[in-house]
């Protein structure tokens, strides 16, 4: 009813409409969630319990949706959740992924990908709208014919093979304030057409050629890009949201607008990081194609509709298509790239800035930097480094258009799902107002020297680690002891992230309890992350990780003072776990890679203090919680970019000179680890 209501205030008042355009929403359970955006969650609680039913084991049956992977997934459903919540009318757009990333086993040491099967036993949370359907077009041929009314030139796709795109929406309910916004995420169908007695004629080939393509467009999370099929897949997938959406932008806005030179005046097309640039190039082709503008007009509108955030700081993840790809799978965008192509070299002659390189190469981010209205990166360090060094000759060009929009997470399940205990505490002390303006929680501080409070914070943090402890013996047989430090490094494996730091220091610090130096304090150094599935050294810093965990954790001299764990198949739900109960966050990024972090923030929202880099969103963190919360060591990012023009950083030479370095490294490669069968990928 609310999710009704809402869409009928939005077409009263006309607002202007946000459309967020994401590969990935990684929302986590839905029930709980909504739940307390209704403010109804103990009134549930309570009713289920007096019929003996437990909510939270409600809960447990509902699957992560596995609809992203990673920080930029996590991102994109907090920003929904917020965007509900503050009013703002907005779509999540993206695709109805029948299979995660993949679903992560531990076995004999090394991460097995198996498949996430998420909606095996149905999605109670969507709404299949095949009203909405809309037809989207790959490959074939282009041909040109002038329109002999207008005598313009016309593009006309011929022999191309099409699916239909059927949007499922599912609500996105904003926090106490009845309103309901839409994630609308697309699946495909196959558009076939024949007839029992057209097999002859081969059209039963084609109709499983189309079956065939609708599937594996919708099939996974990203799939394996180490090959030719893998890259053209992604590609596909690419443009098929986007195509499907902006079909449907365009027809929302003329089912109550007239003017389609005003579109931009009602819509914003919000790229989130550069795989929906495609984006720029196929709202040119509605306009033009479908709606007749001339390029002028279809230039103007678009530039004034389309905005993008940079998500990254290493110029190997700014996509970059070869324009053979683009050719074979949207030859229809081709033409358009190429004249916008030609507009950029047209104005400057710096090559950095040209659209398609001297290798027939096309980097989508300087589509969307020339022909967005904004280009946003995702903490104020990022941002800085984006306008002085990595694109710097942009920032020179469009001074305007560069601006920073740190990160920030939706607090709501960050605290008040995943730690009811902390909640209740700051709802006797502080009341609730901090529930829907984070600022509030600065109430807390005057409770600084309340000996109660400081205490009723202990206790609860350790109730946290003791929760922990229980699901990590009943989900793993792992047995942890919660009166440790409970050390936790939980993200996307990559190196840069440097989970292989966090081993190396685990090494040292079991190279000293051998030598009889013993922590003051026992530590619970505990993981969590996937590898992609062809990302090598990632898998190998993830069986580094379970090689130390087999060793010290059965090594009596040992495990009474460190314990190494992995946790299995880490995602929101887990996260929603582990972050209550953590002590030492570890965000350890090399400085100048990491562009935001939210995990930083969740850890530090629920008591952790943060061991870390100068480095993303740390540096405001570490602005606002001071020295005693955050922990901060390694070089500066600035340091870090002279290291990388100077080319003057030796590994090799730390190994040399450190004695410690040396040992820690060499244990990797040592007869205990080769005891225990990690020869291979670690040598």
Same mark, same amino acid.
């Not at 410690?660 to 291979?680: L, R």
């Given at each position: 009813?609310?999710?009704?209501?809402?869409?009928?205030?939005?077409?009263?008042?006309?607002?202007?409409?946000?459309?967020?355009?994401?590969?990935?929403?990684?929302?986590?359970?839905?029930?709980?969630?909504?739940?307390?955006?209704?403010?109804?969650?103990?009134?549930?609680?309570?009713?289920?319990?007096?019929?003996?039913?437990?909510?939270?084991?409600?809960?447990?049956?509902?699957?992560?949706?596995?609809?992203?992977?990673?920080?930029?997934?996590?991102?994109?459903?907090?920003?929904?959740?917020?965007?509900?919540?503050?009013?703002?009318?907005?779509?999540?757009?993206?695709?109805?992924?029948?299979?995660?990333?993949?679903?992560?086993?531990?076995?004999?040491?090394?991460?097995?990908?198996?498949?996430?099967?998420?909606?095996?036993?149905?999605?109670?949370?969507?709404?299949?709208?095949?009203?909405?359907?809309?037809?989207?077009?790959?490959?074939?041929?282009?041909?040109?014919?002038?329109?002999?009314?207008?005598?313009?030139?016309?593009?006309?796709?011929?022999?191309?093979?099409?699916?239909?795109?059927?949007?499922?929406?599912?609500?996105?309910?904003?926090?106490?304030?009845?309103?309901?916004?839409?994630?609308?995420?697309?699946?495909?169908?196959?558009?076939?057409?024949? =007839?029992?007695?057209?097999?002859?004629?081969?059209?039963?080939? %084609?109709?499983? &050629?189309? &079956?065939?393509?609708?599937?594996?467009?919708?099939?996974?999370?990203?799939?394996?890009?180490?090959?030719?099929?893998?890259?053209?897949?992604?590609?596909?997938?690419?443009?098929?949201?986007?195509?499907?959406?902006? $079909?449907?932008?365009?027809?929302?806005?003329?089912?109550?607008?007239?003017?389609?030179?005003?579109?931009?005046?009602?819509?914003?097309?919000?790229?989130?990081?550069? =795989?929906?640039?495609? @984006?720029?190039?196929?709202?040119?082709?509605?306009?033009?194609?479908? =709606?007749?503008?001339?390029?002028?007009?279809?230039?103007?509108?678009?530039?004034?509709?389309?905005?993008?955030?940079?998500?990254?700081?290493?110029?190997?993840?700014?996509?970059?298509?070869?324009?053979?790809?683009?050719?074979?799978?949207?030859?229809?965008?081709?033409?358009?790239?190429?004249?916008?192509?030609?507009? /950029?070299?047209?104005?400057?002659?710096?090559?950095?800035?040209?659209?398609?390189?001297?290798?027939?190469?096309?980097?989508?981010?300087?589509? !969307?930097?020339?022909?967005?209205?904004?280009?946003?990166?995702?903490?104020?360090?990022?941002?800085?480094?984006?306008?002085?060094?990595?694109?710097?000759?942009?920032?020179?060009?469009?001074?305007?258009?560069?601006?920073?929009?740190?990160?920030?997470?939706?607090?709501?399940?960050?605290?008040?799902?995943?730690?009811?205990?902390?909640?209740?505490?700051?709802?006797?002390?502080?009341?609730?107002?901090?529930?829907?303006?984070?600022?509030?929680?600065?109430?807390?501080?005057?409770?600084?020297?309340?000996?109660?409070?400081?205490?009723?914070?202990?206790?609860?943090?350790?109730?946290?680690?003791?929760?922990?402890?229980?699901?990590?013996?009943?989900?793993?047989?792992?047995?942890?002891?919660?009166?440790?430090?409970?050390?936790? $490094?939980?993200?996307?494996?990559? &190196?840069?992230?440097?989970? $292989?730091?966090?081993?190396?220091?685990?090494?040292?610090?079991?190279?000293?309890?051998?030598?009889?130096?013993?922590?003051?304090?026992?530590?619970?150094?505990?993981?969590?992350?996937?590898?992609?599935?062809?990302? /090598?050294?990632?898998?190998?810093?993830?069986?580094?990780?379970?090689?130390? $965990?087999?060793?010290?954790?059965?090594?009596?001299?040992?495990?009474?003072?460190?314990?190494?764990?992995?946790?299995?198949?880490?995602? /929101?739900?887990?996260? &929603?776990?582990?972050?209550?109960?953590?002590?030492?966050?570890?965000?350890?990024?090399?400085? #100048?890679?990491?562009?935001?972090?939210?995990?930083?923030?969740?850890?530090?929202?629920?008591?952790?203090?943060?061991?870390?880099?100068?480095?993303? @969103?740390? /540096?405001?963190?570490?602005?606002?919680?001071?020295?005693?919360?955050?922990?901060?060591?390694?070089? #500066?990012? !600035?340091?870090?970019?002279?290291?990388? %023009?100077?080319?003057?950083?030796?590994?090799?030479?730390?190994?040399?000179?450190?004695?410690?370095?040396?040992?820690?490294?060499?244990?990797?490669?040592?007869?205990?680890?080769?005891?225990?069968?990690?020869?291979? #990928?670690?040598?």
């Amino acid at each position: 009813d609310r999710w009704l209501m809402t869409q009928e205030q939005y077409k009263k008042d006309d607002p202007k409409t946000v459309y967020y355009m994401s590969m990935e929403f990684l929302m986590g359970r839905a029930l709980g969630n909504n739940l307390i955006n209704l403010t109804d969650y103990k009134e549930v609680q309570e009713a289920l319990e007096e019929m003996g039913i437990n909510l939270n084991v409600i809960e447990d049956q509902e699957p992560d949706a596995a609809l992203g992977n990673g920080g930029l997934g996590r991102l994109a459903a907090c920003f929904l959740d917020s965007l509900a919540t503050l009013g703002y009318a907005a779509y999540g757009c993206g695709i109805r992924y029948h299979y995660g990333m993949f679903k992560q086993k531990i076995e004999n040491g090394y991460q097995v990908e198996t498949p996430d099967n998420w909606l095996k036993e149905g999605n109670p949370f969507e709404i299949r709208r095949e009203e909405y359907a809309k037809e989207v077009r790959f490959g074939g041929n282009i041909r040109v014919e002038k329109d002999p009314k207008t005598g313009r030139d016309m593009f006309i796709q011929e022999n191309f093979e099409s699916v239909l795109a059927i949007p499922y929406d599912m609500p996105i309910v904003g926090y106490n304030n009845n309103l309901v916004n839409t994630l609308r995420i697309w699946d495909a169908k196959a558009i076939t057409d024949f =007839h029992l007695d057209s097999f002859d004629r081969g059209e039963y080939q %084609k109709a499983v &050629e189309q &079956e065939n393509l609708a599937k594996t467009i919708v099939e996974v999370l990203y799939p394996n890009d180490n090959h030719y099929a893998g890259k053209e897949l992604r590609l596909k997938q690419q443009y098929f949201f986007i195509s499907a959406s902006l $079909q449907e932008a365009v027809d929302k806005y003329l089912r109550d607008h007239d003017d389609i030179h005003k579109f931009y005046e009602k819509v914003t097309i919000q790229m989130n990081d550069t =795989h929906p640039t495609v @984006a720029v190039a196929e709202l040119m082709r509605l306009l033009m194609d479908e =709606h007749g503008l001339e390029w002028d007009e279809a230039w103007e509108v678009t530039t004034k509709t389309c905005a993008y955030t940079n998500h990254t700081i290493m110029a190997e993840a700014l996509e970059k298509w070869p324009i053979g790809y683009l050719k074979k799978v949207v030859p229809q965008l081709v033409p358009i790239i190429e004249i916008l192509d030609d507009k /950029v070299r047209r104005r400057f002659s710096d090559e950095s800035t040209a659209i398609i390189d001297r290798n027939d190469t096309v980097h989508m981010a300087h589509i !969307d930097i020339h022909y967005g209205f904004s280009v946003n990166g995702v903490a104020a360090l990022h941002t800085d480094i984006l306008k002085q060094s990595e694109l710097n000759h942009f920032y020179k060009i469009y001074p305007d258009k560069f601006n920073n929009k740190t990160n920030g997470i939706t607090f709501r399940r960050w605290l008040l799902h995943c730690n009811p205990r902390l909640t209740a505490l700051l709802d006797e002390t502080i009341k609730d107002e901090y529930k829907e303006d984070a600022s509030k929680l600065v109430k807390l501080l005057e409770y600084k020297d309340d000996e109660t409070v400081l205490k009723r914070l202990l206790e609860i943090k350790k109730e946290n680690k003791k929760d922990l402890a229980a699901y990590l013996k009943e989900t793993q047989a792992i047995e942890i002891d919660a009166d440790t430090i409970f050390d936790i $490094q939980v993200k996307r494996l990559h &190196e840069y992230k440097r989970q $292989q730091l966090n081993a190396l220091y685990i090494i040292d610090k079991y190279l000293e309890i051998k030598e009889g130096i013993l922590p003051k304090t026992p530590i619970t150094a505990i993981f969590g992350a996937k590898a992609a599935p062809a990302y /090598v050294i990632a898998k190998d810093i993830i069986h580094l990780i379970l090689c130390l $965990q087999e060793i010290i954790n059965n090594d009596p001299e040992v495990s009474p003072y460190l314990k190494v764990v992995m946790v299995e198949n880490y995602n /929101v739900t887990k996260a &929603e776990k582990l972050i209550p109960a953590c002590d030492i966050s570890e965000q350890i990024s090399l400085a #100048s890679k990491e562009a935001s972090g939210t995990g930083n923030m969740k850890f530090m929202l629920n008591g952790a203090v943060t061991l870390g880099t100068e480095d993303g @969103a740390n /540096v405001e963190i570490h602005e606002l919680v001071g020295d005693d919360n955050i922990f901060v060591f390694g070089a #500066s990012s !600035d340091e870090v970019i002279e290291h990388y %023009k100077k080319a003057d950083y030796s590994a090799k030479d730390y190994y040399k000179k450190n004695p410690k370095i040396k040992a820690a490294v060499d244990f990797i490669t040592g007869k205990q680890m080769m005891k225990i069968g990690c020869k291979e #990928s670690l040598e």
